[in-house]
């Protein structure tokens, strides 16, 4: 959902910033070559852009299983370096 002219890095002094795509996207739920996975990251919150449910609009999904009373997400994250 980030806009693409988002520009990151220690010149612009911004962490790289990720979020979900939307659920009607048709590669929102296939799977990954593993080789091209990131196995460990720390995702920050971006809080100031607060919460959404239009990405994942599902109340009783398998991304809530922490807290199975929320319904809604994060709109981005950024990725701690």
């Known amino acids: 959902?980030?806009?693409r002219?988002?520009?990151y890095g220690i010149r612009y002094v911004w962490l790289p910033k990720i979020?979900?795509?939307e659920a009607s996207n048709a590669y929102?739920?296939?799977f990954l070559d593993p080789a091209q996975a990131i196995r460990g990251v720390y995702l920050i919150p971006t809080?100031?852009?607060?919460?959404?449910s239009a990405l994942l609009p599902t109340a009783k999904s398998v991304a809530h299983v922490l807290n199975p009373e929320?319904?809604?997400?994060?709109v981005n994250?950024?990725?701690n370096m």
């Open 70 to 74: 929320d319904n809604d997400d994060w």
């Open 19 to 21: 979020g979900f795509v």
């Open 5 to 7: 002219q988002y520009q």
């Open 28 to 30: 929102a739920f296939t």
């Open 47 to 52: 809080f100031s852009e607060g919460h959404t």
């Open 77 to 79: 994250f950024y990725v």
């Open 1 to 3: 959902m980030e806009p």
